[in-house]
């Protein structure tokens, strides 16, 4: 047997020792091939076993292995430790001292986010059109053909669709999915309803995002947001129609604004008219805004077209209805003197802050 300074178990108690006085990860990593690799006295040590008797290095091998575990098993556990202790030390750098930051939010001001102008805009006129007796719908932006141009009698290469510049999605066979032009595919919807569970009449207005290949300007988006509203009940005319115009004109711009009815072509209403309020920026006088008329058109309506009813199934000789549509961008623009709609969409503080 070899003298003490070669025995497996006082080179492991030294080893021991060695690893217990490593202070850091680096400095363990630098020193694992010295304690337990290849410069280690256990692969000394391992070289020696072959000028032994068979006896004596079957003994001596055995003690050298259960030495090199336990100093292997010291030396992770000591690195598991310093992992932790540099954790816990960069956690403590990265501690933020809650008096500071409680002083800090009592020094500077703190911003406080709210809804945007579109938003707030369109809850406005729900509120208008629900004191009216109006309920409010909703429906997908993204729509069939049939919703977006058939059942509002527009059948395939009718000469109306090139009203609409269209976003077409790619489902389906080409051309059958769309991202709607309007918000009258939702009058479908709700007729639709009406006619299954015998829910008429119809009262309802139907807000939401729509979708034109339009170049923007001042008065027009890629992405606008309309409201549109239908009546569908017994003896509806065209003189309920103008008088719920000029209601919703008065309520919502106040006594100042009055509105007008054009005559106008919409291929799902007959007769169709477009209304417009009197110009908030210039007062009627005339700017850029409203084209130097004074009046700016804020939507079209009419009396629904027969073959609108008949698509959904109502009968066109017993009800009668009205719609309308018109931008609620184009509502705030008044409302709020906004000269170009550009504004809404380029996120300039300035002009969000003064809606908040």
């Given at each position: 047997m070899p003298d003490d300074r070669l025995?497996?178990?006082?080179?492991?108690?030294?080893?021991?020792?060695?690893?217990?006085?490593?202070?850091?990860?680096?400095?363990?990593?630098?020193?694992?091939?010295?304690?337990?690799?290849?410069?280690?006295?256990?692969?000394?040590?391992?070289?020696?076993?072959?000028?032994?008797?068979?006896?004596?290095?079957?003994?001596?091998?055995?003690?050298?292995?259960?030495?090199?575990?336990?100093?292997?098993?010291?030396?992770?556990?000591?690195?598991?430790?310093?992992?932790?202790?540099?954790?816990?030390?960069?956690?403590?750098?990265?501690?933020?001292?809650?008096?500071?930051?409680?002083?800090?939010a009592v020094r500077l001001p703190v911003a406080v986010g709210h809804g945007g102008l579109i938003a707030a805009t369109q809850r406005e006129l729900e509120d208008v059109f629900v004191a009216m007796g109006f309920t409010v719908e909703e429906g997908p932006e993204v729509e069939s053909d049939w919703y977006n141009f058939e059942a509002l009698n527009m059948?395939?290469?009718?000469?109306?669709?090139?009203?609409?510049?269209?976003?077409?999605?790619?489902?389906?066979?080409?051309?059958?999915?769309?991202?709607?032009?309007?918000?009258s595919p939702t009058q479908i919807h709700l007729m639709e309803r009406a006619t299954a569970t015998d829910g008429l009449p119809i009262h309802s207005v139907m807000p939401g995002r729509c979708y034109r290949r339009d170049t923007p300007d001042a008065r027009h988006l890629v992405a606008f947001h309309q409201i549109e509203g239908l009546v569908v009940a017994e003896g509806i005319t065209f003189a309920d129609l103008a008088g719920t115009i000029e209601s919703f004109t008065t309520a919502y711009f106040g006594p100042s604004i009055t509105s007008r009815l054009r005559p106008g072509f919409f291929p799902f209403t007959e007769p169709s008219a477009e209304f417009e309020v009197t110009c908030t920026v210039c007062?009627?006088?005339?700017?850029?805004?409203?084209?130097?008329?004074?009046?700016?058109?804020?939507?079209?309506?009419?009396?629904?077209?027969?073959?609108?009813?008949?698509?959904?199934?109502?009968?066109?000789?017993?009800?009668?209805?009205?719609?309308?549509?018109?931008?609620?961008?184009r509502c705030a623009m008044m409302r709020y003197e906004i000269a170009d709609l550009r504004a809404l969409t380029e996120n300039d503080v300035r002009f969000v802050e003064q809606f908040s």
């Open positions: 025995d497996p178990a006082t080179l492991a108690d030294d080893l021991v020792n060695r690893v217990h006085a490593l202070a850091s990860l680096d400095a363990l990593r630098e020193a694992e091939a010295s304690l337990v690799g290849r410069r280690s006295p256990f692969a000394e040590l391992q070289r020696t076993l072959g000028a032994l008797d068979e006896e004596e290095r079957r003994t001596l091998g055995a003690s050298l292995q259960e030495a090199r575990r336990r100093v292997e098993g010291e030396l992770e556990a000591r690195r598991g430790l310093l992992a932790a202790e540099e954790r816990r030390r960069a956690l403590e750098a990265d501690r933020l001292d809650l008096g500071d930051v409680v002083d800090a059948p395939p290469a009718h000469p109306a669709r090139g009203l609409w510049d269209t976003f077409y999605v790619d489902l389906g066979d080409p051309e059958t999915v769309v991202l709607r032009t309007h918000t007062g009627g006088g005339g700017c850029r805004t409203c084209s130097m008329t004074g009046w700016v058109e804020l939507g079209g309506c009419g009396m629904v077209d027969p073959a609108v009813l008949t698509a959904v199934g109502i009968d066109p000789e017993r009800y009668h209805g009205f719609a309308f549509g018109f931008g609620i961008d």
